[in-house]
């Protein structure tokens, strides 16, 4: 069997266009916004953008993801969670 030439990536996980509202993924350099501010499928589209961010650190980075990747994803999650109990208890009336 040949050898296959090794894979080279030329994209760090950090090397992200910063503040670009249309990419698909939410590096730790671009802003934040408050949560409560947000839709709940506005809520969503961050949280997907910052697990796609999350995958990619983990791909990329020998070090792992930033802290700051990781610390979103659980505010997201924890944000998520909440208006899941809030529209459950509401619903349960």
Do not use: I
């Not at 992200?16 to 350099?29: G, I, K, Y």
């Not at 408050?34 to 953008?49: C, F, G, I, Y």
């Not at 995958?55 to 994803?73: F, H, I, N, V, W």
Request: aromatic share 4%; glycine share 2%.
């Amino acid at each position: 069997m040949p050898d296959l030439p090794a894979l080279t990536v030329s994209v760090s996980a950090h090397d992200d266009v910063a503040e670009n509202q249309n990419s698909t993924f939410l590096c730790p350099r671009d802003a934040f916004p408050d949560l409560e501010a947000l839709s709940l499928t506005a809520v969503q589209a961050l949280h997907s953008r910052v697990c796609r961010q999350l995958d990619r650190e983990y791909l990329m980075t020998l070090d792992g993801p930033s802290c700051e990747t990781l610390d979103r994803q659980q505010e997201l999650s924890e944000e998520l969670d909440r208006r899941e109990l809030q529209r459950a208890s509401v619903t349960a009336r």
